[in-house]
């Protein structure tokens, strides 16, 4: 089994700053892809932000020069740096990752999700 815990979710002014971070734990052999994808409510959920295994990275357009991906392999982290938010920031965010198990089964995982608010 694999689990993904996000935390730093929360409330924050606009123009404010949050870290989020989603570790990965449990049969893990090896993590390709990692990623941030966020909903907002009555909205699509887009992707925000995805890193390779090399630390390659790719941002939405509406984040990109705001918003910095990156990973801690030892760790087994993700991080998404979040500077200068904006109202329209607001939704849930979710981790993802692409998990090969001890099995050797390849698998895309999910996070439960956090709440970032961004409201003054």
């Known amino acids: 089994q694999v689990q993904l815990v996000e935390s730093g979710g929360g409330l924050v002014q606009p123009g404010g700053s949050l870290r989020l971070a989603c570790a990965a734990s449990?049969?893990?052999?090896?993590?390709?892809?990692m990623a941030w994808y966020r909903q907002a409510p009555g909205m699509q959920a887009e992707l925000v932000a995805v890193?390779?295994?090399?630390?390659?990275?790719n941002y939405a357009d509406s984040v990109k020069g705001r918003f910095t991906v990156s990973r801690d392999n030892a760790k087994k982290t993700v991080y998404l740096q979040m500077n200068s938010l904006k109202p329209e920031d607001t939704a849930v965010y979710y981790c993802?990752?692409?998990?090969?198990?001890?099995?050797?089964?390849?698998?895309?995982?999910w996070g439960q999700g956090t709440q970032v608010t961004v409201s003054s």
């Open positions: 993802n990752a692409r998990v090969t198990t001890l099995s050797l089964s390849t698998s895309d995982y």
């Open positions: 890193i390779s295994s090399v630390s390659s990275t």
């Open positions: 449990g049969s893990i052999l090896s993590i390709d892809r």
